[in-house]
Each structure stands twice: as structure tokens, then as C-alpha cells.
């Protein structure tokens, strides 16, 4: 799916600072994200990990660094234009409208469609059956999984070929944890590349390719999933114990 030279990062976050207001919360923080990739953000709470994410989505001010999508520059771009280039986005809260029905909520992701819409959502209740069965329900009666369901699949309407996902599991019973970190793989399988913060540090290193570990608005390790969690020190200091 992806239109990358081969090889190359899809996504590159370099020496980026920034945050709201006059005060930075990111102190030139790096990191890459590859085609097909499942990559980690972790770290203790205000670390900067949800402010990264909405540094690459256009939502806070970057006043350092640069951000680029494949090959092109989008530092300081609006979101309504990262969307357009190939980013989907999904908040930690308020990620779904809770009025509207399931069906009528993917919709609203695929406002910038021109055509392709059947196939779209062909594509999302294939990925999340349990919305099939749901899509005439208001999306603010389901479960938190199912919300979350929700709110996965309207970023994916725009075929979207890296997904940036604020703590998908937050609130959520171990059960749903893990069938959204299925999930997470299975939009992975098919073609996108994920970034996430995570605040079950443990769970989702286990199964991302590469994490980064924020403390402080900045770098403070990087590695495989597996090799962060083994490493005892990494363990201790910054994903509790």
C-alpha cells in the first residue's frame, strides 16, 4: 500500500520541541516510524508522550525540529491537511460522536472521500465485526471496546497509511485490552503503520516492533519491544518495576 522507497522511514520526528502556550513540553525529541511498522511511545505520566502524537497531527505548537512524512516537510501543517496526506488520528477521549450512529460516525471519517465509500466501510466491518451488527446503534450506547472500535474505524475510512493512536486501552477491562492490541496488529497486517502511546507499558512492548521511552519531554531510550522490557534498569525507572 505504501509508496515509499523502500527502506526509509514513513514518518521522521527530528530535534522536535514545542508544546502549548509559551511553555515547551518537548525538548528535540526523535523518532521514526517505518512502512508496516508498530511503534511505541512509553514512559511515565507527562512525559510529553500524547503531546508527540499532537505535535506530528498539527495540534500543538512546534517551535523546533521538523516533522516529515514521506519525504515532505508537514512541520506546522494544519491536521485537516495531515489527514489528507496519509495520517489518521485517534484521541485518548471524546473520540467518538456519541449521538450519531456507528454507521453514520464512519461516515463522518470519510468526509474527504470522493468515491470508494461502500468499499471503505466493506473494509472496517470486515476488521471489526463486532460493529456490524451495531452500525444502527448511537455509537455513545456501546461499550468502551466498541467506542473504541468506533473511533479506530473512522481514522481508517481514509486509508490512511500511518495511524497515530493516543492510549488506546485507557478505561479499558484487560479482556478489550488485548482485542485492541489485536486489532492494532491487524491494522498493521493490513498495510499501515501505527504509532501509539501506551500507558500499559509491559503489554503493548511486547508486541510493538521498536519503542521509544519519554521521560520529561525527552529521548531517554529506544529499542525492540522485547529488549526494552529486559532491560532492568529501562524496567525500574520508567515503566514501574
Request: proline share 4%; hydrophobic share 40%.
Amino acid at each position: 500500500m505504501s509508496h515509499t522507497q523502500t527502506g526509509g522511514p514513513i514518518l521522521s520526528v527530528a530535534g522536535v520541541s514545542g508544546g502549548y502556550g509559551g511553555a515547551d513540553i518537548l525538548h528535540g525529541i526523535d523518532m521514526t516510524v517505518g512502512p508496516h511498522e508498530i511503534v511505541g511511545i512509553v514512559g511515565p505520566n507527562g512525559a510529553g508522550k500524547s503531546t508527540a502524537l499532537k505535535a506530528i497531527f498539527g495540534l500543538v505548537q512546534v517551535r523546533g525540529g521538523a516533522i516529515r512524512f514521506e519525504n515532505r516537510d508537514i512541520t506546522g501543517w494544519a491536521p485537516n491537511r495531515i489527514v489528507r496526506c496519509g495520517i489518521g488520528y485517534v484521541p485518548q477521549v471524546d473520540n467518538v460522536f456519541r449521538e450519531m450512529t456507528v454507521a453514520e460516525n464512519l461516515e463522518m471519517g470519510a468526509f474527504l472521500r470522493r468515491h470508494g465509500l461502500d468499499e471503505a466501510l466493506e473494509r472496517v466491518y470486515t476488521l471489526f465485526p463486532d460493529l456490524v451488527e451495531k452500525r444502527r446503534k448511537a455509537a455513545g450506547s456501546l461499550s468502551g471496546g466498541q467506542r473504541q472500535m468506533v473511533a479506530f474505524g473512522r481514522a481508517l475510512m481514509l486509508d490512511p497509511q500511518l495511524l497515530l493512536l493516543d492510549e488506546p486501552t485507557a478505561g479499558l477491562s484487560p479482556r478489550y485490552r488485548e482485542q485492541i492490541f489485536q486489532i492494532v496488529r491487524d491494522v498493521r497486517a493490513a498495510g499501515v503503520a501505527v504509532l501509539l502511546v501506551e500507558q500499559h507499558a509491559k503489554q503493548a512492548l511486547a508486541f510493538c516492533d521498536r519503542a521509544y521511552v519519554l521521560a520529561s519531554g525527552r529521548n531517554r531510550a529506544e529499542g525492540t519491544g522485547p529488549g526494552l522490557v529486559a532491560d532492568r534498569e529501562i524496567a525500574q525507572m520508567f515503566l514501574g518495576g
